[in-house]
Structure formats: structure tokens, C-alpha cells
């Protein structure tokens, strides 16, 4: 095919190691996700099977399976059928799973055993955001001076707004892992009749 720009065959060998933070922006958000769950003590926020046992078969760390719920989070892929998809296809899960491939009956079993774990997160990734300087803890006010300025009732916050954001935010952390929860009995339900 000469006149047109060639890929790499399937099968060609690289001279080169092929190294996937190459391929990860140094902003993708997968870097914040990594971040943000190796700095948890997920030992001390409930996680199931945070120290691994001293017998029977190694199972994948908690911190894999949150990252990799995280991103299905951030991505809107609430199954955890196409979440294990993504694990063997999408390069920036590769990165931030270390290349492991879980099935998905580990993802919904995780997702099962640690769902007030994970509810947990969101106040941590909330005091995460303050340490580094992202939130400021201080309530900022103004007297009753009118200014213009483009802004709207979306855009400014008051305690009570942002109480109301946090509590929303959870709600709706609640309304993803019931949705998790009914994608895999549905497609549970579609492999054991079909």
C-alpha cells in the first residue's frame, strides 16, 4: 500500500521495549486516580482483604480493584462485564492495573463485599483534594456589595449548597453501584439463558 501511512504489523517484533507510562499523558486523569488510591489506607477504611492471607491462592489487592472501579466511575462503564473488557483492551487501565486482567465476578464480588468502603472513599478523596491544596477548607464571604460578573445560581456555593453537593455526590456514588449491582444480574441472567 504505498502512498498511504503504514502501521506496525500485528505480529512485528519492536527493537525497543514497549513501556506503557509512554503511553499515559503526564495529566491523564488515570495519574490522579493512582494517586489518589495509593495514598488510602484501605485497612483502615474497611476493605476486605486489605492484608493479603498467609494461605489458599493470592487474590488481586483492593487497591487494583478500586482503581480499576474508579475508572469505571469516571468513564461511565457501570458493568462490571465491560470493565474487565477494558482491562485486556484500553492501555490506560493496563497502566493503572499493572496489566492485570480480572473477571468479572471479581469486580461485582469487590464491588459487593466493600460497597461502604467505597462510599468511604469519596470523604477521602474530598481530604486528599484539601492536603494538596485543591480545596481550601476557609468559608470565603462578601459584605452585601453587588458586583457584575458572569457567574449563576450553578456557580456560587454556600455551606449549605456545598452540604447539599457532598450529600448529592454520595447519593449518587449510591445510585452507581445499584445500577453495577443490576447491569450484572441483567447480563448474568442473558449468559445463563442464552
Known sequence: MTGFIEGVPPGQTLLFPDRLDDRIGEDDLVR???LFVNELDLLALGFDR????RTGRPGYHPATLLKLFIY???NRIPSSRRLEREAGRNVEVMWLTGRLTPDHKTIAE???TNGGAIRKTCARFVELCRRIDVLKGDCVAIDGSKFKAVNNRDRNFTRNKIASR???LEADVERYIDEMVRIDRQEEGESSGG
Open 32 to 34: 490522579v486516580v493512582a
Open 50 to 53: 486489605a492484608l493479603a492471607a
Open 72 to 74: 469505571g466511575y469516571l
Open 110 to 112: 469487590f464491588r459487593r
Open 166 to 168: 457532598l450529600a448529592h
